[in-house]
Each structure stands twice: as C-alpha cells, then as structure tokens.
C-alpha cells in the first residue's frame, strides 16, 4: 500500500516555504498511532517544530478503508508543518520598520523589499506592512520606491531609490593582493642580475626533482624562436647569416633582441605584430567584426600608437578602462581605446567588461561567479556584481550610426543613505544589492550618486595600481615566451590555484613595476632567459617535465608548440616577398583578418570564447597546402624565396642548404641531402620541379 500523499499543491507550497529542504517523514509515527499493538498508540506526536498531532483510533473491518483517512491525515500535518514553516520563516522587522536581509555572498546587506524592476524575484519577502492573505501567501511584493523613467519632477535623479537605511558592512572575504602597500617597492634590478635570479629559482626545482636541464639550443634555433615571439615571424637567410653557425655569445644575443625591440627597420614588424597579440587578448579573433559596437581598427590604432611609443602597461590598461569617446576615427571625439568595452557590451550589459578586466588585468576569473558561488574558492556571487557596480554609470550612445562610450552622472541603485550599487539575483531567486568593492576591498573614494566621482575611473586607477596587474601580466608574457604561464591558466591566478614558481613570479613582478611597466624591457629579461635557450630535446633525466600530459611546468626545456596563425601568415608573407609597410599595413591588417577567419569563429558564450581550427585538422591542412597564399610563396618569381634561389649561380647543394635555412631554420641532414640529389638525377625529372616540391613540402611542414 502506498501510504505517501500526492498532493501536488501541497508539494509546492512546502517546497517554497521550506527553501527546498524535505519535510520531516512523519508515515512511520502516524502508522504507529493507528496500530493498537503499537507502544506509542493514540499519544501525542511532537514535531520537529513542537507541534502536538494527536490521532485518535477509527475502527474498521477492512483495511482498505485506511487509505482516505490516512491521505486527509498526512495532507493535516503537512498543512500544519507548512504554516509553522511560514511563521518561522517570516523575517521580523528592524526599529525602522522595513525587513533587512543581510548580503550573506560578500557582507553587503539589501532591504528585503527593495526591489528592481528588470530583475524577476518571485521568492522575495513580501512587505511586512502589507496585511497578508491566508490565501495569498506568497503574492509578489510591491517595491518601495520605483522609479522607472518618470518620475516626480521633484526626484533628485533618474535612479531608483531606497528609503530604508542600511546596516553597516561586516568583514567579508578580500583578496590578499588586491591593493598595493606603499611599503613593499623593490630596487630597480639590472638585467644580468634579473636573469641570474630566474636561472636560480629554476635551478632550485630542477634539484629537488633530481633532474637535468636540456642542452642549449642552437644559435640557429634561437634566433628563429626570438625572431617569431618578438616580431611574429621566422627569420629570413639574410638575417640568419648575419649571426652564422657559431655559438653567440651574451653579449651578441642581447644586441639582437634590442636590434629587434628598438631598431628601427623592425619598427613596423614590431609594432604589428604585439598589436595583434594583444587585439586578441583583449577582444577576441572576432571582436569588432559587426558582432558588437566596437571598431576593430580603432583598437587598433590606439595599440600601434601606443606600442610604437612604448607606453608604460600600467597606464595602457587604465586609459582602456576610463576610456571615453568615439569608435571610430571618422569622429571629432575618436578615441580608440573605448573599443575594449565597446567590444564587451551589449546594449548596455557590463557583465562580460566586468569579466574582461577581472581575468585579463587582474587573473581572477569572476565570470562563474556571476551565477553562484565559486566552486573552489573563497569568491561569491557578490564579488562578481560588486566589481560589476564601478561601471554601472557606463552607457553608450549612436550618433549617426557612430558609437560613443560615456559616463552618466548617475546610474545604478541609489539608497537612502546615498550609496549607489546594481541589483542581482542569487540562484535562489532574491535579488541583492551589491555596491562597489574591488574585489572585497571597500573604495576609499565616495560612490555617492550625488558625487561628482566617476566610478569607471575608480576602477580604472584601482586596476592600474593593484599588484595584480604586474602578477597577471607576467605571467601571460611567460606564457607567451616559454609556452606556459605559472598558472593552469594565464586568465585565473586566484588564491585558491597553485603556482609553479611563487618566488619567480613575485620577483619578475615587483622588478616590473620598478621597470615601470616597460613592455619590451620584459620581454628581453624572458627571451635572453635560461629556460628560453634550452633545447626542445629531452634530456636523459628530464623526461618527467611533461606539462602536456598534466603535469606542473619545470621549464627545464623549451616546450615545443604549433606557431599561431598569424605567426603562420607573416611568415609565408615574407616567403613570398612581401615585405609590409607602413603605407600598406591596414591593407595588409585587412588580408591577413580575411585569411585567419577561415579558422576563428565565435561560440556565442558569457565569456565570448572563440573556436579556433587552427590545430592541424584536416581543413587547416587543405588551406595551407592548396591556399592562394602557399601558391604564392611556392611560385617561381623574382620576388620570391624560391625564384631568387632557382635563377642563382648557386650549385643544387648550395640552393638546398639554402631552402632549408630559410624555412626551418636548419641545415638538411646527411640523409635528406642524398635523397634530394636522387630526385633530380631520376631520369626526365625536372630539377625546377623537384625544387619546388621540396619548397611546398617545407613550408607545409
């Protein structure tokens, strides 16, 4: 017999009230009051909550005739249980006559019944003034005070109002590293002395794990690699016999990384390159691209204009945030930097900004906190809407199909004491109010409504000031030099993550901002590194150094990797003797977007991700090898590799060499020169032919 009952009303309403918890089993007691054998028959039954349910005995000759007295019984109890539950539930009203529920996500607090109108919360408290209906319990509660476009003409401003006062903030979770201290600067330290301190920290981690570093990289090896992380392509055979197959010395090494970073005919390869890397950091392969609000050129400008000059970082990042003005440069007020945003608004939704400058600035991923709590750390849904509050007077306007990012004096939810936050909603559906604090740290300066303090800024000087920008900017300049970052993830260096070299990464990021935030001064105390001149090549000891497989980075090698798809375009580029320009490089910019979204597409997630098959699938394959652009670099012409090589005095040993040198950077083993020379002896084979499929193999290797 089932002896459950399948009340769906009843369900429900202990459901809401009961904030999802299950109702005490009561069957077992009930079934032992109606049977006379029982030790407990016909006493009173105490709940939970201390309530009295006496059953009296009802005599029946069949027992079949327990089924509908039993369901009314259980349908009794739980009745009784649900309004016990309302009464216990029922918030009781502060001195000041409103409900006040604490913030319990990150210690801010909200009146239960200030509610917004763009946000659904139907589990909200209703207004304890309002008189309730037993048989409306649950009817949605009306707000305060709602201002939603018209109001008064006495309102101080077109926000919504709060009239309850708030309690104080109670401690809550701050990250430790958030704000600087004025007492921890560190000495400027020359670059001999930085790299001295990289290559014994490594060596600290190579002792204790009983390994062997790899051997040094060819000169010929390094030169390609520093060629391609600093100006994003490989090095031509000119370049390559400038340094020979000796062993370069350290001084030889750091005039060619300052030939590279500061001379002036790498000025233009430079400059486009890092503005590449960092478009896409900041916005995406896709981003600009009639997907958003922003101009993908305008972006671009501001980077070249702002790498070519060598812009301190610190303050790149602050005029990206605080930035105010026009997309595109056709305007009067253009202003290329509001493109970061532009990118990630829509219609005026901040919430992917908020994300963008918490993992890129910062390395606290938040974006999963948006929801709910983060799973593995410390950081609540609150810290993601409290960082989200600095730019709740943002807003972006369309002036003749030209958009214009700017502040109001206003925005956001103002309360009666005068402080200004946003509303959201925790998973259990009451809406909470967050004010702004970088992440858990109060700001100093007011976010009063009535302040003539923008907020954008605050966040803007906070970000630019806070020790985890040169934390996360480190770690994403390793990342791109030595194929991985100290972190899992360059976009999440949360508490809650390991590092692999804490000491490394706190000394690298305190001489970076005693560098000042000197970009190219970074990247040569990473090129001119140890772990950067290692082999690729597996020592006897060093197999266990693995991180593809998972494993923590030891960089007791150079960890090979598949070049980016840009890296991939500018190298055939040159191949086929197009060298850019400055006079063509927004056309160049142009063909080389063209040709990279045949691989980036966007996902359309909260985060904005993007697919990339630029990962040696077969598609990336058909392009490479059949593309106009291998076409190109593979024709015999005058202004190619190959047709300069062919139409040479060179003997076939020499052009092979040469071939080889140009494409990979290497000399042809003893082995491939013997199996060469037997393809052009073969009888009826043409020499040019063979030539050119060695080239196409090459490039396609």
Not at 465 to 490: C, E, K
Request: net charge negative.
């Amino acid at each position: 017999m089932n002896h459950e009952t399948n009340d769906p009303l009843i369900d429900a309403l202990l459901e809401e009230v009961m904030g999802g918890q299950s109702p005490p089993d009561l069957s077992s007691m009930i079934l032992a009051q109606l049977d006379p054998e029982s030790d407990s028959y016909d006493e009173g039954l105490t709940t939970t909550h201390g309530t009295s349910i006496s059953i009296k005995r009802r005599h029946t000759s069949r027992r079949q005739s327990f089924i509908v007295p039993l369901s009314m019984a259980l349908s009794i109890a739980a009745f009784v249980l649900a309004t016990i539950a309302i009464v216990l539930n029922t918030p009781q009203n502060d001195q000041h006559g409103g409900t006040i529920a604490e913030n319990s996500d990150s210690g801010n607090s909200v009146p239960d019944n200030a509610v917004n109108p763009s946000v659904p919360s139907p589990n909200i408290p209703k207004d304890p003034t309002q008189n309730p209906s037993p048989s409306q319990p649950f009817e949605t509660p009306k707000p305060a005070v709602v201002a939603d476009g018209d109001l008064p003409s006495n309102s101080p401003d077109p926000i919504q109002s709060i009239q309850q006062p708030l309690p104080p903030l109670p401690d809550h979770w701050q990250h430790p590293q958030a704000l600087a201290a004025s007492s921890t600067s560190v000495a400027s330290a020359e670059t001999p002395e930085i790299l001295t301190q990289i290559k014994r920290e490594l060596d600290k981690q190579w002792k204790e794990n009983g390994i062997t570093p790899s051997e040094p990289a060819t000169s010929l090896e390094w030169v390609r690699r520093v060629y391609l992380r600093l100006i994003g392509r490989v090095p031509t055979k000119v370049e390559l016999d400038r340094f020979g197959t000796v062993a370069l010395s350290d001084e030889q090494r750091s005039n060619i990384v300052d030939t590279l970073l500061y001379g002036d005919q790498y000025k233009t390869a430079f400059t486009q390159h890092w503005t590449t890397i960092w478009t896409n950091t900041l916005i995406g392969r896709q981003g600009g691209l009639d997907s958003d609000h922003a101009n993908r050129e305008g972006l671009q400008q501001y980077l070249r204009e702002s790498l070519s000059a060598n812009k301190p970082y610190d303050q790149m990042v602050y005029e990206l945030i605080a930035a105010e003005g026009a997309a595109t440069d056709t305007s009067e007020d253009f202003n290329g930097a509001v493109n970061f945003l532009l990118a990630s608004l829509t219609k005026n939704d901040t919430t992917l900004a908020t994300s963008r400058i918490s993992s890129i600035f910062l390395g606290q991923k938040l974006q999963c906190a948006q929801c709910h709590h983060h799973p593995t750390s410390d950081i609540a849904q609150g810290h993601f809407w409290e960082l989200d509050a600095f730019l709740s007077q943002l807003t972006t306007t369309n002036v003749d199909g030209e958009f214009i990012l700017t502040d109001t004096t206003t925005g956001g939810i103002r309360t009666a004491d005068g402080r200004t936050g946003v509303y959201y909603e925790r998973p259990d559906g009451v809406a909470r109010i967050a004010f702004p604090s970088f992440l858990g740290h109060t700001p100093t300066e007011p976010n009063h409504s009535s302040s003539t303090s923008n907020r954008r800024t605050q966040l803007a000087r906070l970000t630019s000031q806070s020790p985890l920008l040169a934390r996360t900017l480190v770690n994403r300049m390793w990342d791109h030099f030595l194929g991985y970052g100290f972190t899992i993830s360059v976009d999440d260096m949360g508490p809650h993550l390991p590092v692999s070299h804490p000491q490394l990464l706190e000394m690298l990021s305190q001489q970076t901002e005693s560098a000042n935030y000197d970009l190219k001064q970074i990247m040569k105390w990473l090129v001119l590194s140890d772990p950067f001149s290692r082999s690729s090549k597996y020592s006897a000891s060093n197999d266990m150094d693995s991180p593809e497989l998972g494993d923590q980075p030891l960089f007791s090698r150079y960890y090979s990797r598949q070049l980016e798809p840009e890296e991939v375009y500018q190298s055939l580029l040159v191949l086929t003797g197009k060298q850019p320009s400055v006079a063509s490089l927004g056309q160049q910019q142009l063909a080389q977007r063209t040709w990279l979204g045949q691989f980036s597409k966007p996902m359309e997630t909260d985060d904005a991700d993007e697919s990339n098959s630029f990962n040696g699938d077969v598609h990336q394959s058909l392009v490479l090898m059949n593309g106009e652009l291998m076409k190109e670099a593979t024709a015999v012409t005058d202004a190619t590799v190959l047709g300069k090589v062919l139409r040479s005095n060179m003997s076939n040993a020499k052009k092979i060499e040469h071939l080889f040198l140009a494409a990979v950077a290497r000399n042809p083993s003893a082995s491939e020169k013997k199996l060469i020379a037997e393809l052009i002896a073969m009888p009826g084979s043409s020499s040019e032919q063979v030539f050119q499929d060695i080239w196409w193999a090459l490039l396609n290797s």
